[in-house]
């Protein structure tokens, strides 16, 4: 059986060390570009008028008060000057000191202040990201151009959420998309993955190929019965690092009993497991829950009309507890889909998300620390669209 990987002792009777999260308050033009970030985007504001370039937000163009558009931009940047922060009265960071900073001269124009990754120096060439941190606002962080840089970097890893080493739980392993992310997971590097298994047990489990990867440990984790979330909850006997939902349940139709199960699993399912695994994450250093929203979520549809309710009212709870969890520093990820390659979309025509290609897109968005992920033609689209016009997807999905 798998093991917790060794861990530093903690003196029982010493007092938890209080985590704190960086300054929240920010403008309104600085929340609009928190929201763009947290798709992964790097986007900045540019003038009707005059067409420059400006950073940081604000809402008027500085040079002509133009009216400002966010426009997506090159990502290029070049290395000016840098100092390292050695005393500061912010909690958060003065619990991470030294922490660099540098001054870049974009590509697309604006001279910025940002984070510097440690392998930058002056003169380098960079490449630019909006990240998000973990008090979930928008920061300028510059990485080395070319290649793929160190991605242990103590400053980086404050904006992303590392899989290697840590303790993940996966609530449905039983799944296509459940294996898959466990198995991704597994390369990845994780220290030991709890994937949950629904009763009853199947004579299957015996040769399962889970049972047989190192680092990977079986446990029964059903979300729609509170008493085996604790119980599974309570087996892990340790911290927990990250949890992926992976439940769902989905069928056509308007059959009554259907429904009310995908309502229990999508919804009361999300609250027992969510309820139980806060206060674990909440202690963590890089803390994350992640989910995985069907993008129907986004407007019924008549052939899935009971799925897509529970969907959207899974995603508003979702939404919700990224808000709560914020507070305690933990990131909330929701990983949009459609409709994807196993026995749940039987019935459903090409294109479909293969199980490998979304659960590759969970450890990338946990990589990067993206908040909002859409995986596939399908859900990209939607997205695309729903953002453009709320109206018109919703009237067009059901015509």
Not at 17 to 31: F, I
Not at 255 to 264: G, I, S
Not at 337 to 361: I, T
């Amino acid at each position: 059986m798998s093991q917790h990987p060794p861990r530093d002792k903690r003196d029982p009777l010493a007092r938890r060390k209080e985590r704190h999260v960086p300054p929240g308050l920010r403008s309104s033009a600085m929340h609009a570009l928190s929201a763009r970030a947290a798709a992964g985007r790097f986007v900045l504001q540019a003038c009707q008028d005059c067409g420059a370039v400006t950073y940081p937000p604000r809402d008027a163009c500085p040079r002509c008060w133009g009216e400002l558009v966010w426009q997506d931009q090159a990502r290029g940047a070049v290395v000016l000057c840098e100092t390292t922060i050695r005393a500061t009265t912010d909690l958060y960071f003065r619990d991470h000191l030294p922490w660099r900073m540098g001054k870049l001269a974009l590509d697309a124009g604006p001279t910025v202040l940002a984070h510097l990754h440690a392998d930058l120096k002056p003169d380098d060439r960079a490449e630019m990201h909006l990240m998000l941190d973990k008090g979930g606002n928008a920061a300028l962080f510059a990485l080395p151009a070319g290649g793929r840089p160190d991605m242990d970097d103590h400053q980086w890893c404050e904006f992303t959420v590392p899989v290697k080493d840590r303790i993940v739980l996966v609530s449905d392993a039983r799944s296509a998309i459940g294996r898959a992310v466990v198995k991704a997971l597994h390369s990845a590097g994780a220290g030991l993955i709890f994937a949950g298994m629904a009763p009853p047990a199947r004579a299957a489990d015996l040769t399962d190929e889970l049972s047989g990867l190192d680092r990977v440990q079986t446990l029964p984790f059903d979300i729609t019965d509170s008493s085996l979330v604790a119980e599974g909850i309570s087996k892990i006997a340790g911290p927990l690092d990250i949890v992926i939902n992976t439940a769902r349940f989905v069928r056509g139709g308007r059959n009554l009993v259907d429904q009310k199960r995908m309502m229990d699993i999508a919804v009361l399912g999300f609250m027992r497991l969510s309820a139980a695994c806060a206060p674990l994450l909440a202690g963590r250093p890089a803390g994350a829950f992640v989910d995985l929203v069907s993008i129907q979520a986004l407007a019924g549809e008549a052939g899935f009309a009971g799925y897509a309710a529970a969907e959207a009212a899974r995603l508003s709870l979702l939404q919700s507890f990224r808000h709560d969890m914020r507070a305690q520093g933990v990131r909330v990820l929701s990983i949009f889909s459609g409709p994807s390659d196993d026995e749940d979309h039987q019935s459903v025509p090409p294109p479909k998300v293969a199980p490998s290609r979304l659960a590759r897109e969970v450890v990338e968005a946990l990589h990067m620390g993206r908040e909002i992920s859409c995986v596939g033609e399908v859900a990209s689209d939607a997205m695309e669209r729903w953002l453009a016009d709320p109206a018109l997807f919703v009237r067009e999905k059901n015509l």
